[in-house]
């Protein structure tokens, strides 16, 4: 696997959304990709909200990359705002 981290390689981060999909009994999603992005991007968006010190990561990008994700995949029922 080319352009990709070592989460990304692991066998658990492939089999987990296959698995469950198998045991729903449904085809496995082909936009699993775009969930675990969004997941991650929303931890560092909660940890850049809680002013997190130290980050490897540029929180204006994780934010834009969040709202442009939101319309199709969110639905905050409480949203922390600093």
């Not at 940890?47 to 969110?74: G, N």
Request: overall charge negative; some cysteine.
């Amino acid at each position: 696997m080319l352009r990709c981290n070592h989460f990304n390689q692991m066998d658990y981060a492939v089999l987990l959304p296959f698995e469950s999909s198998l045991s729903m009994k449904s085809l496995p999603s082909t936009r699993v990709n775009e969930l675990y992005l969004l997941n991650s991007q929303l931890w560092l968006s909660f940890l850049a909200r809680l002013d997190a010190k130290d980050t490897y990561f540029k929180p204006e990008t994780v934010f834009e990359k969040v709202c442009s994700m939101e319309k199709e995949w969110l639905n905050f029922d409480i949203r922390l705002e600093t």
